[in-house]
């Protein structure tokens, strides 16, 4: 994986892209789109689950969903053609995702899973090619870090910008890298004072005034990552769950408002700086090193340190990195927070941190592998790196 390392001169979040053209679809993900539009009109929902535990329900004997449509996009199931409604199982060959396993057997090669009031596609079950486009537990545990931090935000009065530029300041310019199905970009703009639909827990509303995000406003966010289906499916999950331009409230002095989707391994084609940076990255020991779960070597850590020291001279003046990962505790000790550690003494200004372990044991049934021989367990962690504000 590659970034820019080098310092740059300070650029206007607002001015540093053009905005966006509006997002035209491809014949297959206009298909996927009208697919997820009937699967939300027909009240349809799903939780992922973890691969392993998803394996083990579907190893029960007489396991037999009564929802033909959880069946086949949830839990993804084999199912005959008279099994589904005629309309979707035409979209499923419109979106060249439908896989033939007989004469009269098929199955999809996509699902969709539902967060909050809204509904995400991805990769079926289980994810064993290189360009999957993972949703799951750790997608519903990275949005609810961001509602947290945007939470804790507005319980203490902090902001983006010093209080001295606050009645001028631009809106927000965000990236989500590496976004896989646009969830956390998504997450942030329906956190936006237009939006009160959205929810980081799986099926919980979100009605509660008093536990809703600060409000944020964006100038542009930015989508990357290094998966072209990734983008594909992040264009249309932006369409199914109606977030467009409009959406992103143009500030008066910015040039409009945009929405960019960009193919990007790390920060290799991303152009000047963010108020605001979020990443789930994959953090795993992948043997076959596939993008969507491989994090490199330091058991894994080796993709999220990329992002952290990255983000340094990506981030605005105030600027904050929003990062969920994991760390694999090794003999009681965390060697992932040790690295950080080490990065942030390099820059000249002092940046600030905070850290905490979100969840102390995930994937454990990775402990198995050699790979994993002398790591303790691995724990869901949640990093926040800040950039000093001006002076002024």
């Known amino acids: 994986m590659t970034f820019l390392m080098s310092q740059k001169s300070p650029v206007h979040p607002s001015l540093s892209t053009p905005p966006a053209p509006k997002t035209e679809f491809s014949a297959t993900e206009s298909a996927l789109l009208e697919l997820g539009k009937l699967l939300q009109h027909k009240r349809y929902q799903f939780v992922t689950l973890t691969p392993a535990s998803h394996a083990r329900v579907l190893a029960r004997d007489r396991f037999n969903p009564t929802d033909p449509l959880r069946a086949v996009f949830g839990w993804n199931q084999p199912f005959r053609k008279n099994e589904l409604d005629p309309s979707v199982f035409e979209l499923l060959q419109k979106a060249e995702v439908l896989e033939t396993l007989s004469w009269d057997r098929f199955k999809s090669r996509v699902r969709f899973s539902t967060l909050g009031d809204c509904l995400f596609l991805h990769s079926a079950f289980p994810t064993e090619a290189a360009d999957s486009v993972f949703f799951g537990p750790d997608t519903y545990r990275f949005t609810r870090f961001l509602k947290e931090q945007l939470t804790s935000r507005q319980s203490e009065g902090s902001t983006f910008w010093p209080q001295s530029l606050q009645p001028c300041r631009p809106k927000l310019r965000a990236l989500d890298l590496g976004c896989g199905a646009g969830a956390g970009g998504l997450f942030l703009i329906h956190s936006s004072p237009s939006?009160?639909?959205?929810?980081?827990?799986?099926?919980?509303?979100?009605?509660?005034?008093?536990?809703?995000?600060?409000?944020?406003?964006?100038?542009?966010?930015?989508?990357?990552?290094?998966?072209?289906?990734?983008?594909?499916?992040?264009?249309?999950?932006?369409?199914?769950?109606?977030?467009?331009?409009?959406?992103?409230?143009?500030?008066?002095?910015?040039?409009?408002?945009?929405?960019?989707?960009?193919?990007?391994?790390?920060?290799?084609?991303?152009?000047?700086?963010?108020?605001?940076?979020?990443?789930?990255?994959?953090?795993?020991?992948?043997?076959?090193?596939?993008?969507?779960?491989?994090?490199?070597?330091?058991?894994?850590?080796?993709?999220?340190?990329?992002?952290?020291?990255?983000?340094?001279?990506?981030?605005?003046?105030?600027?904050?990195?929003?990062?969920?990962?994991?760390?694999?505790?090794?003999?009681?000790?965390?060697?992932?927070?040790?690295?950080?550690?080490?990065?942030?003494?390099?820059?000249?200004?002092?940046?600030?941190?905070?850290?905490?372990?979100?969840?102390?044991?995930?994937?454990?049934?990775?402990?198995?592998?050699?790979?994993y021989s002398e790591v303790d367990r691995l724990a869901a962690v949640g990093l926040v790196v800040t950039r000093p504000k001006v002076s002024v």
């Open 195 to 371: 939006s009160s639909s959205f929810s980081s827990s799986p099926s919980s509303s979100s009605s509660s005034s008093s536990s809703s995000p600060a409000p944020l406003e964006f100038s542009e966010m930015v989508l990357s990552d290094v998966n072209p289906k990734a983008l594909s499916y992040s264009r249309v999950n932006s369409a199914i769950n109606a977030v467009s331009d409009t959406r992103l409230h143009a500030a008066p002095h910015s040039a409009g408002a945009s929405l960019t989707f960009l193919e990007s391994d790390l920060y290799s084609k991303v152009k000047g700086e963010f108020d605001l940076i979020l990443a789930n990255p994959p953090f795993l020991i992948d043997g076959e090193k596939r993008s969507y779960r491989h994090g490199g070597e330091e058991a894994g850590a080796e993709l999220s340190l990329q992002i952290v020291r990255g983000a340094l001279s990506r981030l605005t003046p105030g600027g904050k990195l929003l990062l969920y990962t994991a760390s694999a505790i090794q003999d009681g000790k965390d060697p992932f927070i040790n690295s950080v550690y080490k990065i942030l003494l390099e820059p000249f200004d002092k940046f600030e941190l905070s850290y905490e372990e979100i969840d102390p044991d995930i994937f454990g049934e990775e402990l198995g592998r050699q790979a």
